[in-house]
Structures are given as structure tokens and as C-alpha cells.
């Protein structure tokens, strides 16, 4: 069991950067990911960080994006560089034993966050 906590979200210009935060109640070793979810849309994985430290980028916000953590304070970050309005979303932090970084499903992710709103304008 782990209970997730989301912050940093925001309303910036395009070309614009974010930071999140997710403080974690970590009581083994989870694979981490975020997930967006704008109105109307499918939920849709957006950055993984595996047990290992090992990354997964959905193609949309490959290069733009950095999903890393700091195991000492039980926290994960999402840096968002250069923001584009279809960025827009609710990010969610999520926590799972084990994730399948190939499709980055969220079937696997049964701890989540209440997310934080993330708008970006042009």
C-alpha cells in the first residue's frame, strides 16, 4: 500500500516549464509512472521510471520531458520543458509493482494519486 501526493501543477505560456512532484509512501520498491488525462480523452501514460532507473517517454513528450526520482525523500518528479497546449492535462502520479514499460499500460498502476492540473495557453 502506498499513498501518493501531487504537486506543481500550473497554467503557463507555450514554451513555458513545470515541475511536478509526487511524495510517495513508499514500502518497497515501485515501478513509478505519470498519466495525463485531458477531457474527454483516454488516459494515456506519459513517463515511467522502472525499479532499476530505467526510463519510457510517450513520443509526445520525448525530449521535452524527464521523469526521475530521489529514493532518500520517497519522491518523483516530472520536469516539463518547452510545454505545448496539448499538454494540457490532469498529470497523475501513479505506483505499481511491476509495469510493462513497452506499452506503458496503466493496468498494472493500483495506487494513484489525485492529480494536479497542468494548462498550458498559447
Known amino acids: 500500500q502506498v499513498q501518493l501526493v501531487e504537486s506543481g501543477g500550473g497554467s503557463v505560456q507555450a514554451g513555458g516549464s513545470l515541475r511536478l512532484s509526487c511524495a510517495a509512501s513508499?514500502?518497497?520498491?515501485?515501478?513509478m509512472g505519470w498519466f495525463r488525462q485531458a477531457p474527454g480523452m483516454e488516459r494515456e501514460g506519459v513517463a515511467f521510471i522502472d525499479k532499476a532507473g530505467i526510463t519510457k517517454y510517450a513520443d509526445s513528450v520525448k525530449g521535452r520531458f524527464t521523469i526521475s526520482k530521489d529514493n532518500a525523500k520517497n519522491t518523483l518528479y516530472l520536469q516539463m520543458n518547452n510545454l505545448k497546449p496539448e499538454d494540457t492535462a490532469m498529470y497523475y502520479c501513479a505506483a505499481a509493482s511491476w509495469c510493462i514499460m513497452s506499452t506503458m499500460s496503466d493496468r498494472e498502476f493500483g495506487f494513484w494519486g489525485q492529480g494536479t492540473q497542468v494548462t498550458v495557453s498559447s
Open positions: 513508499r514500502y518497497r520498491n515501485y515501478c
